[in-house]
DNA sequence: AAATTCTTGCAAGTAATTTGCAAGAGCAAG
DNA sequence: CTTGCTCTTGCAAATTACTTGCAAGAATTT
């Protein structure tokens, strides 16, 4: 029951819930509840998610108690150190999380306002400036984190 | 006894405590010990601070007794609010601050490995980018936070 | 110098994690 | 299908990083 590619039509985001059980299982761990839920979760997300957003939408998704939140916490953990997942900071008290996509991130669109957050869909302008980091800095591993903040149409 | 572009050689950095200090005045906020030994540590500062280097930094410069951790706060909440200093967040769990360049912002290079935080001496590569979440996305107001991670030569 | 108003230190309060630990749940064996 | 070994989870307590209330103290004005 391990289908990688196989079902209908849209876009696939690169990452099926299958792939990254798959993973988890490579490293020894245990499919549980809990992270089905979560992972699931993750992957209708449209936008990155709080731990309690997490936590309420994992529990939604699963038609199950919702679980406890240091467990949320500690799942996060654990597939943020897996690469499979990435915490981004919107300038809000809480950090939010998104699954990682390994062929093409995406940047973010924040409303100051409202608070509404779009995943941009645009060829991210930054990647020059990474190579000369890496060729004239010295610096090895070289990724970046950026956020756009801005008042949306329906908020002015 | 307030010069605004009185001095020797060296780049200055656009702003002077002199600059601020009447900026502060014309707020009617007052000359304090406090304000004046966090400016000058601001001033001379090479690289973002938390709150508590902050602290550290202005009791040294002006040779007294630190401040109150509260007291740092708020006087940043203040110069924050006046546009003098920004807040960044460099993925630690402490936010920094620094002063606002205002007519050149920089980005951050950050070593995953020993901290260090270069401020990027480059042109900043996402303006155009900017534009178009204006004039396409509809945003009113955009601004961005842009910063680099990677490892740096001496920690590789 | 006195009055006025803004600031500060100190202590208490919050919000968001982060951790310890014993009970519970996967999963490989038998 | 039951057992045993380990990994996980829930619950409560601990931490970290702010954030706020308030009365004493300091900067300006009068
Ligand atoms: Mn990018
Ligand atoms: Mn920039
Ligand atoms: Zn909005
Ligand atoms: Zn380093």
Redesign the pocket.
């Known amino acids: 029951m391990s289908r990688t590619h196989a079902h209908g039509a849209s876009t696939l985001p690169t990452l099926s819930a299958d792939t990254i059980?798959d993973l988890?299982?490579g490293?020894?761990?245990?499919?549980?509840?809990?992270?089905v839920a979560?992972i699931s979760a993750l992957l209708a997300a449209k936008a990155p998610l709080?731990?309690?957003e997490i936590r309420v939408a994992a529990g939604k998704r699963a038609r199950q108690?919702?679980?406890?939140?240091?467990?949320?916490?500690?799942?996060m953990?654990?597939l943020e150190e897996l690469k499979i997942v990435q915490?981004i900071h919107l300038g809000?008290?809480?950090?939010?999380y998104e699954l990682v996509d390994p062929h093409a991130h995406h940047d973010h669109l924040v409303c100051t306002d409202c608070g509404k957050v779009e995943m941009l869909d645009e060829p991210c302008p930054v990647e020059p400036l990474e190579r000369k980091l890496r060729r004239h800095y010295g610096y090895a591993e070289v990724k970046h984190s950026l956020e756009f903040f801005g008042r949306c149409p329906d908020c002015q």
Do not use: C, N, W
């Open positions: 059980l988890l299982r490293q020894g761990m245990r499919i549980t509840r809990g992270r979560i709080s731990l309690e108690e919702p679980l406890d939140f240091a467990t949320v916490y500690r799942v953990e654990t915490k809000r008290a809480r950090s939010h």
